[in-house]
């Protein structure tokens, strides 16, 4: 059976601070996808990033970057520099790496607050 | 670029009432998934369609149906509605066969009262 955990209910930091959201999955497939999802307030999902079992390499997008590591199982997610607009609640995610469905496993989300 | 378009965005219904929520994947999108999201917890897979036949099934009660039509757009139809059913459903898409990703709509917020 596949299974997201997601240990950090919640995480409040100081605008500007880095922040990283842990990810750590389980799964016996030996080919699946690990994904990132923010859901601001507003409610919406929006996707960030998708990575597939075997591309390990990290990945850094702006002030977002991703560590992923099958020796440990985690897919971690940091944001530098945070700031106010970052504040949303983060869910990492997990499918298998078959066409037709990829139905996602869902982690119970991190929620991050980044004051001012 | 064009999104996934569920609707409406808002419904509110009372106990044993019926709802449809509709949903219009991506043009060219063939998978289509819907999600349950109860107040505070993760979205759960109820149920998905490729080439509008089901693909998967997750935790979707008896009460609940869905289909996938001709132009791909979907229903998700719930019937002997209860308090329990008010949440969040989104609808997601995505191209079956090159395991792109999924990319949900805004979603449905569902009221039983």
């Known amino acids: 059976a596949q299974k997201v955990t997601q240990a950090q209910t919640e995480i409040s930091v100081v605008e500007k601070e880095d922040v990283t959201l842990d990810c750590v999955y389980e799964t016996r497939d030996t080919t699946y996808y690990l994904f990132w999802y923010k859901q601001p307030p507003s409610g919406e999902l929006v996707f960030l990033i998708r990575?597939?079992?075997?591309?390990?390499q990290n990945e850094i997008s702006g002030r977002y970057s991703w560590n992923f590591q099958k020796s440990t199982s985690s897919f971690n997610f940091t944001i530098t520099a945070s700031q106010v607009v970052d504040s949303a609640v983060y869910f990492c995610?997990?499918?298998?790496?078959?066409?037709?469905?990829?139905?996602?496993?869902f982690g119970k989300g991190t929620k991050l607050t980044v004051n001012p | 670029a064009a999104g996934v378009i569920q609707s409406p965005r808002h419904l509110i219904k009372e106990k044993r009432e019926t709802a449809t929520l509709k949903c219009y994947p991506i043009?060219?999108?063939?998978?289509v998934y819907w999600y349950q999201q109860g107040p505070g917890q993760d979205p759960q897979f109820l149920i998905s369609?490729?080439?509008?036949?089901?693909?998967d099934k997750g935790s979707i009660p008896d009460r609940f149906s869905a289909q996938q039509f001709s132009d791909y757009h979907s229903e998700l139809n719930m019937s002997s509605l209860e308090l329990g059913d008010s949440a969040l459903y989104f609808c997601?898409?995505?191209?079956?066969?090159?395991?792109?990703?999924?990319?949900f709509g805004n979603g449905t917020r569902l009221t039983v009262t």
């Open positions: 990575r597939n079992s075997f591309d390990e």
């Open positions: 997601a898409s995505s191209l079956g066969q090159r395991n792109s990703p999924l990319h």
């Open positions: 043009p060219r999108h063939d998978t």
């Open positions: 369609f490729y080439e509008k036949m089901q693909s």
């Open positions: 995610a997990l499918s298998r790496g078959q066409g037709g469905s990829e139905k996602l496993v």
